[in-house]
């Protein structure tokens, strides 16, 4: 029993350090977490696995920071990106530049290559209701210019960005003052007619979904948002030869209508992915199916209690000793838990955004934000555990023949226990919670559920990470009761 | 044991001056005095707790080791008022907590837990009991088994009956006496109380303002009775 246990855990530290290794004909692909991120993350990856190659999925992932930080960590190999983002949000250049010249920029400067376009541009646009827009003769921006009395309602974002409406405005001379709504309501509005016209991403799957008519661009204001493989450029040339089967295979219109899919007829974005490529003769037709959900959700459980377990081993090494010296050494106490304490008071998502410079994406940077989160509450509770030991069996137990180090191992530390396993037990349940947002950064575990959930507004999707990770916080405070229990004679036990 | 011109200050408040006694070896001497008047610094001297500033510590004719202290102090059973016992050990463990440290093998430790229980009559249901569940007196008589585990040549207790009541605190007195006829040590008790020195002790050392006032066997203690309740009322 003992050996097993031993064994499970060599395998759970070991196994994800096992799995980061890249092979020669491993792929990393990765995807960020919005609708149409996953289906062209998919897409690579089956383009890639019908040209022989094994492929990672880490989707989900928390934005552009976090998949281009990826790319440059080598923690992906290649993931889809919009040529709009990489010259304004990666480059940072001013102007807008011909698809050679950025390709050029990407080389040189970053050391990647990018794909020749899907052959869409997924850019900012204007929809009004076709009804609408036909029975008052608008089909172009400029037509707008007529009709100063129509209704805007407009993302907060897109008033202020600078490819957005305030300079849009300019440019086309349009006198309408715009209503600030939030984008997820924006839909509901427009079709409900309580507002006529809305921004949104051209390729959005709601705009055939209610017959929304996208307003031409035709004085040419928004910048490309052309969609390409972002890749590093020791890709081997089969792989560059697989990702450049998906150029030009996609149009706008295909490109919402597979967004409206996953939105609205509850299909994987694999099984999106996988008909329309196959349809296109891209890919060949297969039959293999999608893993069941119990099974993706006892992979993604086990994920998720790794994730916990090795942070949460990793904090009690170093959290208990931590307490330990700064119970002996007093001078060093406030630093320590000062310092221990920031971290707690820094946002998961932040803390989790901070590990990607230093650590990559994927399960290393994860590990490291959980085990900061899980630093304080064990540190805490030793340190308070050992002061609040009686000073009196203190002195009693060195005048009976206990040096220091008996002292401690054999009186403080069994009596600061209690103190000491509440702390790992508010550990526990705290990362348990927090792990959820390390699908963000690529770490997988019941927070890819929940993310892609969140992405398509998809309540079962949510539940079925969220029921199992309220489940594991439950398990693992019944397993403390338990050491509890067992350890800890019944008169000393805390109560919570 | 022996102190040798012993003086000690806690700042500018001296507590011991110039003691100089020689303990009566596997005899039991009290330390008489009031509270503050030093005494039970002058134990803490004995074991090494608190080191005099100035005069040196005798033990069986050695200057203490104070490098090794922890190690001298397994052949010294120390008893306190309010017992310390530990709360997170058993009756058992309590008791045999200085086997372990001593590294006994684990049947003699266990031996003479049972041994000493009996001595001092405490019912073997109690060794799997935590202290909390025994009473004010099993406890002082458990905190006296565990002194003696290792049979320490020399035992100090620091008013180890004070916090019991009369009736509990005779049959302990007898428990006292019965073990130090079956396995005579040198016993050193700080106390308070001349009749409990009387019954108990075979010499004093009447302490006062941290200098030796008086000395001597029982007889003698006897006929300070008067001047000694005088002075400590």
Request: aromatic fraction near 8%; charged fraction near 20%; proline fraction near 4%.
């Given at each position: 029993?003992?050996?097993?246990?031993?064994?499970?855990?060599?395998?759970?530290?070991?196994q994800p350090?096992?799995?980061?290794?890249?092979?020669?004909?491993?792929i990393?692909?990765?995807?960020k977490?919005?609708?149409?991120?996953?289906?062209?993350?998919e897409?690579?990856?089956?383009?890639?696995?019908?040209?022989g190659?094994?492929v990672?999925?880490?989707?989900n992932?928390?934005?552009?920071?976090?998949?281009?930080?990826?790319?440059?960590?080598?923690?992906?190999?290649?993931?889809?990106?919009y040529?709009?983002?990489?010259?304004?949000?990666?480059l940072?250049?001013?102007?807008?530049?011909?698809?050679?010249r950025?390709?050029?920029?990407?080389?040189?400067?970053?050391?990647?290559?990018i794909?020749?376009?899907?052959?869409?541009?997924?850019?900012?646009?204007?929809?009004?209701?076709?009804?609408?827009?036909?029975?008052?003769g608008i089909?172009?921006?400029?037509?707008?210019?007529?009709?100063?009395?129509?209704?805007?309602?407009?993302?907060?974002?897109f008033i202020?960005?600078?490819?957005?409406?305030?300079?849009?405005?300019?440019?086309?001379?349009l006198?309408?003052?715009?209503r600030?709504?939030?984008?997820?309501?924006a839909?509901?509005?427009?079709?409900k007619?309580n507002?006529?016209?809305?921004?949104?991403?051209?390729?959005?799957?709601?705009?055939?979904?209610y017959?929304?008519?996208?307003?031409?661009?035709?004085r040419?204001?928004?910048?490309?948002?052309?969609?390409?493989?972002?890749?590093?450029?020791?890709?081997?040339?089969?792989?560059?030869?697989?990702?450049?089967?998906?150029?030009?295979?996609?149009?706008?219109?295909?490109?919402?209508?597979?967004?409206?899919?996953?939105l609205?007829e509850?299909?994987?974005?694999a099984?999106?992915?996988k008909?329309?490529?196959?349809?296109k003769?891209i890919?060949a037709?297969?039959?293999?199916?999608?893993?069941?959900?119990g099974g993706?959700?006892?992979?993604?459980t086990?994920?998720?209690?790794?994730l916990?377990l090795?942070?949460?081993?990793a904090?009690?090494?170093?959290?208990v000793?931590?307490?330990?010296v700064?119970?002996?050494?007093?001078r060093?106490?406030?630093?320590?838990l000062?310092?221990?304490?920031?971290?707690?008071?820094?946002?998961?998502?932040?803390?989790?955004?901070?590990?990607?410079?230093?650590?990559g994406?994927?399960?290393?940077?994860?590990i490291?934000?959980l085990f900061?989160?899980a630093?304080l509450?064990i540190?805490?509770?030793?340190?308070?555990?050992l002061?609040t030991?009686?000073?009196?069996?203190?002195?009693?137990?060195?005048?009976?023949?206990?040096?220091?180090?008996?002292?401690?191992?054999l009186?403080?530390?069994?009596?600061?226990?209690?103190?000491?396993?509440?702390?790992?037990?508010?550990?526990?349940?705290i990362?348990?919670?927090?792990?959820?947002l390390?699908?963000?950064?690529?770490?997988?575990?019941?927070?890819?559920?929940?993310?892609?959930?969140?992405?398509?507004?998809d309540?079962d999707?949510i539940?079925?990470?969220?029921?199992?990770s309220?489940l594991?916080a439950?398990?693992?405070e019944?397993?403390?009761?338990g050491?509890e229990w067992?350890a800890?004679?019944?008169?000393l036990?805390?109560?919570? | 044991?022996?102190?040798?011109?012993?003086?000690?200050?806690?700042g500018?408040?001296?507590v011991?001056?110039?003691?100089?006694?020689a303990f009566?070896k596997?005899?039991?001497?009290?330390?008489l005095?009031?509270s503050?008047?030093?005494?039970?610094?002058?134990?803490?001297?004995?074991?090494?707790?608190?080191?005099?500033?100035?005069?040196?510590?005798?033990?069986?004719?050695?200057?203490?080791?104070?490098?090794?202290?922890?190690?001298l102090?397994?052949?010294?059973?120390?008893?306190?008022?309010?017992?310390?016992?530990?709360?997170?050990?058993t009756?058992r463990?309590?008791?045999?907590?200085?086997?372990k440290?001593?590294?006994?093998?684990?049947?003699?430790?266990?031996?003479?837990v049972?041994?000493?229980?009996?001595?001092?009559?405490?019912?073997?249901?109690?060794?799997d009991?935590?202290?909390?569940?025994?009473?004010g007196?099993e406890?002082?008589r458990?905190?006296?088994?565990?002194?003696?585990?290792l049979?320490p040549?020399?035992?100090?207790?620091?008013?180890?009956?004070?916090?019991?009541?009369?009736g509990?605190?005779?049959?302990?007195?007898?428990?006292l006496?019965?073990?130090?006829?079956?396995?005579?040590?040198?016993?050193?008790m700080?106390?308070?109380?001349?009749e409990?020195s009387?019954?108990?002790a075979?010499?004093?050392v009447?302490i006062?303002?941290?200098?030796?006032k008086?000395?001597?066997?029982?007889?003698?203690?006897k006929r300070?009775k008067?001047?000694?309740?005088?002075?400590?009322?």
């Amino acid at each position: 029993m003992r050996k097993t246990g031993y064994s499970l855990l060599l395998w759970l530290l070991f196994q994800p350090l096992l799995s980061q290794g890249q092979s020669g004909d491993r792929i990393t692909v990765g995807a960020k977490h919005f609708n149409e991120g996953y289906i062209l993350g998919e897409m690579i990856g089956l383009v890639l696995e019908d040209a022989g190659f094994t492929v990672d999925r880490k989707f989900n992932l928390g934005g552009t920071a976090v998949t281009f930080e990826g790319l440059i960590n080598d923690a992906l190999d290649v993931y889809p990106e919009y040529t709009g983002t990489i010259s304004t949000q990666i480059l940072h250049l001013e102007d807008t530049i011909p698809l050679e010249r950025l390709r050029d920029l990407v080389e040189q400067k970053l050391g990647l290559e990018i794909s020749r376009p899907y052959g869409f541009n997924n850019t900012y646009a204007l929809l009004m209701k076709r009804s609408k827009a036909e029975a008052l003769g608008i089909s172009k921006i400029s037509d707008l210019i007529q009709h100063p009395t129509i209704r805007l309602g407009l993302s907060h974002e897109f008033i202020n960005r600078r490819d957005g409406w305030k300079n849009l405005a300019k440019f086309y001379g349009l006198p309408h003052v715009p209503r600030g709504l939030e984008h997820g309501l924006a839909y509901q509005a427009i079709v409900k007619d309580n507002i006529d016209l809305i921004d949104a991403y051209s390729t959005d799957g709601e705009i055939s979904r209610y017959d929304l008519l996208l307003l031409g661009d035709d004085r040419n204001f928004f910048p490309d948002y052309q969609a390409v493989s972002f890749y590093q450029a020791d890709l081997p040339e089969e792989a560059k030869k697989a990702l450049g089967k998906l150029s030009a295979a996609i149009s706008a219109e295909e490109m919402q209508q597979l967004n409206a899919a996953a939105l609205f007829e509850q299909k994987s974005h694999a099984d999106i992915a996988k008909k329309f490529l196959a349809g296109k003769g891209i890919i060949a037709a297969s039959t293999s199916t999608a893993p069941s959900i119990g099974g993706e959700i006892l992979a993604k459980t086990l994920d998720h209690l790794k994730l916990t377990l090795l942070s949460l081993l990793a904090a009690i090494f170093i959290a208990v000793p931590l307490g330990i010296v700064i119970y002996r050494h007093q001078r060093f106490s406030t630093g320590i838990l000062y310092l221990v304490g920031i971290m707690q008071t820094i946002p998961s998502i932040a803390l989790l955004a901070l590990m990607i410079p230093l650590f990559g994406i994927g399960f290393l940077p994860a590990i490291v934000a959980l085990f900061l989160y899980a630093l304080l509450p064990i540190l805490r509770n030793t340190v308070v555990g050992l002061y609040t030991v009686d000073p009196q069996l203190k002195k009693v137990a060195s005048a009976i023949g206990l040096n220091d180090w008996k002292q401690l191992a054999l009186i403080e530390l069994p009596l600061a226990a209690p103190a000491i396993l509440t702390g790992i037990r508010t550990a526990a349940v705290i990362n348990v919670g927090t792990d959820t947002l390390a699908a963000f950064i690529g770490a997988g575990g019941l927070g890819e559920f929940i993310v892609t959930g969140l992405a398509l507004n998809d309540t079962d999707l949510i539940l079925r990470g969220a029921i199992p990770s309220a489940l594991l916080a439950i398990v693992i405070e019944l397993v403390f009761e338990g050491v509890e229990w067992w350890a800890i004679p019944k008169h000393l036990r805390q109560k919570i | 044991m022996e102190l040798l011109n012993v003086s000690h200050a806690y700042g500018d408040h001296t507590v011991l001056s110039g003691i100089s006694v020689a303990f009566q070896k596997n005899r039991i001497t009290s330390i008489l005095g009031q509270s503050g008047s030093g005494k039970s610094t002058l134990l803490q001297i004995i074991n090494g707790m608190v080191r005099p500033q100035r005069g040196e510590v005798l033990l069986e004719g050695l200057p203490l080791d104070y490098e090794n202290i922890h190690e001298l102090r397994l052949n010294i059973g120390y008893v306190v008022q309010h017992v310390g016992l530990f709360p997170h050990m058993t009756i058992r463990d309590n008791i045999g907590l200085l086997g372990k440290i001593a590294r006994r093998p684990p049947h003699e430790t266990h031996a003479r837990v049972l041994e000493l229980m009996d001595m001092v009559r405490l019912p073997l249901s109690h060794l799997d009991k935590y202290p909390h569940q025994l009473s004010g007196g099993e406890q002082q008589r458990a905190g006296l088994c565990r002194a003696m585990l290792l049979r320490p040549s020399l035992l100090l207790m620091d008013e180890p009956f004070a916090s019991l009541d009369y009736g509990t605190k005779q049959g302990i007195y007898q428990h006292l006496l019965d073990i130090q006829k079956l396995e005579s040590r040198t016993v050193l008790m700080v106390t308070h109380d001349w009749e409990e020195s009387l019954l108990l002790a075979d010499h004093f050392v009447w302490i006062a303002d941290g200098k030796i006032k008086d000395a001597g066997d029982k007889s003698r203690l006897k006929r300070i009775k008067e001047s000694y309740l005088s002075a400590v009322k």
